[in-house]
Structures are given as structure tokens and as C-alpha cells.
């Protein structure tokens, strides 16, 4: 199911970022230009149950011990996840430089294409211009003979 999510990034607004929930709550991320670019994020469930601590009593010294133990480990799976988000959120920032400097690159050969045309196109431009300016001193030139011609008989 994909989620509507907007929000600001290094001063640009993302209206939709393409992020899907699988039926087992497993993440995936469209982190790149490609349509097959995904990360896939699956994040542990840190409530009670799924620490295993939802039934803990303290009533007696070994339920007290047991509590301990198993807080303990429910500690030790918080602090898995929060190692694995946390280099999920490396990954992301990573990702998120590379496609800023895609992106810059990509405007700029863009800018290169477009300016390698006009160029182009004012070179063909300057030839032409050359090309009938020197067709009019011809013509020019051209008239003048006869005139001379015509001076040097009379």
C-alpha cells in the first residue's frame, strides 16, 4: 500500500515520496532514479508483546529476576533496531548527496546541450551573414564595371 507522504528536503518540496507497506509492515523506498532502485527497510515491533515483556510481574523475587532478564534482552532488541535505523538513515542521507549531485550533473549537461546548439546555431547564423554580405560588395562591385567601362569610352 503506498503511503501519501509530503515534505521539505535540503530546501526542495517532495509532494509524494514513493514509499510502500507490504502485508509483513516491511518498508521499501524508491531511493533512486530506476524504477527498480528500492531499499527495503524491515523494522522490528518494539511494543510489548513483541519484546516480550508484556506479562512481566515482580511480585516475587524469581518473577523479579525473570523480569530483569528479559528487560534486558528487550533492551539489547531496541538497541539492534535502533543500530539497524540508524544505518538505514546513513544510507538514505547517502543516497539523497548522490542524487543532488545526479541531479546538478544532469542540469548541467543540459545546459551544455543547449548551449552547444545555440552555439551551433550562431555559428550557421554568422556564416550566412558573411556569405550575403559579401554576395552584396560582389553585386556592388559587379555594377560598378560597367559604369567604368562606360567612363573610359567617353
Same mark, same amino acid.
Given at each position: 500500500?503506498?503511503?501519501?507522504?509530503?515534505?521539505?528536503?535540503?530546501?526542495?518540496?517532495?509532494?509524494e515520496a514513493?514509499?510502500r507497506?507490504?502485508a509483513?509492515g516491511?518498508?521499501?523506498?524508491?531511493?533512486g532514479?530506476n524504477?527498480?532502485?528500492?531499499?527495503?527497510?524491515?523494522?522490528?515491533?518494539l511494543?510489548?508483546?513483541g519484546?516480550?515483556?508484556?506479562?512481566l510481574t515482580?511480585l516475587t523475587r524469581?518473577?523479579?529476576?525473570l523480569?530483569?532478564e528479559k528487560?534486558t534482552?528487550?533492551l539489547?532488541?531496541?538497541?539492534?533496531?535502533?543500530?539497524k535505523?540508524?544505518a538505514f538513515?546513513?544510507?538514505?542521507?547517502?543516497?539523497i548527496k548522490?542524487?543532488?549531485?545526479?541531479?546538478?550533473?544532469?542540469?548541467?549537461a543540459e545546459?551544455?546541450?543547449?548551449? @552547444?546548439?545555440i552555439?551551433q546555431?550562431m555559428m550557421?547564423?554568422?556564416?550566412?551573414?558573411?556569405?550575403?554580405?559579401?554576395?552584396?560588395?560582389m553585386?556592388a562591385? @559587379?555594377?560598378?564595371l560597367?559604369q567604368?567601362?562606360?567612363?573610359?569610352?567617353?
Amino acid at each position: 500500500m503506498p503511503l501519501g507522504l509530503a515534505f521539505d528536503m535540503d530546501g526542495k518540496r517532495w509532494d509524494e515520496a514513493d514509499i510502500r507497506v507490504d502485508a509483513s509492515g516491511t518498508l521499501f523506498l524508491h531511493i533512486g532514479p530506476n524504477e527498480n532502485e528500492l531499499m527495503r527497510i524491515d523494522i522490528d515491533s518494539l511494543n510489548t508483546d513483541g519484546l516480550g515483556i508484556s506479562d512481566l510481574t515482580v511480585l516475587t523475587r524469581e518473577n523479579a529476576e525473570l523480569a530483569i532478564e528479559k528487560v534486558t534482552k528487550a533492551l539489547e532488541q531496541v538497541s539492534t533496531a535502533r543500530s539497524k535505523l540508524g544505518a538505514f538513515q546513513n544510507r538514505l542521507e547517502h543516497t539523497i548527496k548522490n542524487l543532488n549531485i545526479m541531479e546538478v550533473n544532469v542540469q548541467a549537461a543540459e545546459s551544455r546541450i543547449r548551449d @552547444a546548439d545555440i552555439a551551433q546555431e550562431m555559428m550557421e547564423f554568422v556564416r550566412l551573414q558573411i556569405l550575403h554580405q559579401s554576395g552584396t560588395a560582389m553585386l556592388a562591385q @559587379a555594377n560598378q564595371l560597367p559604369q567604368s567601362v562606360l567612363q573610359l569610352l567617353r
